[in-house]
């Protein structure tokens, strides 16, 4: 039997708890401040959205701030990132107009194609000798580029005139989007196969006259 004198007052209980409470085990199951505050923000939340916890009826001015919140942080990611973009290069029918504002003859854009050969500017070169090509149709009264027609569109028109060369034509779209559109830079040896393209074009004799072609 325990003697009532062994039994400790109530200041040595509460230190014998204290002490025993402050061992490592006791600690480790302690909520640090990260749960605290998410618990703090799940329960408020909680009490927003459910009446019976909140004590009363679902105020519309909370769904407005919840909204408003939302929205809010859409429109600061859109600040900061910027709208999301894709990737030219997967895109399946991305092509760059023709022409811009220029109303050069075919032989000045060849002209102005070589010069940008000679000091090799090979992006110029390209883009100048497609768009002599192109020239070359309208003037022979072939095909009519008007401004904002895209490459792969006169490629493929120009191809029902020349079919033997609508492969070719279709490549060299594609080469001048690669360099107009996408920002790819061309090389000598691409500069030089349009160049022979464009002056086998205008040597060659379309295999049907332009009004049948689009009648």
Request: glycine share 8%; aromatic share 8%; hydrophobic share 55%.
């Amino acid at each position: 039997m325990i003697s009532l004198a062994a039994l400790p007052d109530a200041d040595e209980a509460r230190e014998w708890a204290e002490e025993e409470l402050s061992k490592a085990v006791y600690q480790v199951t302690e909520p640090t401040l990260f749960d605290k505050v998410a618990r703090a923000i799940g329960e408020f939340v909680q009490r927003l959205l459910s009446p019976n916890l909140s004590g009363g009826a679902f105020s519309p001015i909370w769904a407005v701030i919840i909204v408003a919140i939302v929205l809010g942080g859409i429109v600061l990611a859109f600040v900061i990132w910027g709208r999301p973009r894709g990737d030219h290069r997967t895109g399946s029918g991305g092509s760059a107009a023709v022409f811009d504002d220029d109303a050069l003859s075919a032989a000045e854009l060849r002209a102005a194609s070589a010069a940008a050969a000679a000091r090799g500017d090979w992006d110029e070169a390209i883009v100048m000798r497609f768009r002599a090509l192109a020239r070359g149709l309208d003037e022979r009264g072939i095909l009519h580029a008007p401004p904002g027609m895209t490459a792969r569109a006169l490629a493929a028109d120009a191809g029902v005139f020349f079919p033997n060369l609508a492969g070719e034509l279709a490549q060299s779209a594609a080469l001048f989007d690669d360099v107009r559109y996408l920002r790819r830079h061309g090389s000598a040896d691409a500069a030089r196969a349009l160049d022979e393209l464009e002056a086998r074009v205008a040597a060659a004799s379309p295999a049907i006259a332009a009004r049948a072609a689009f009648a």
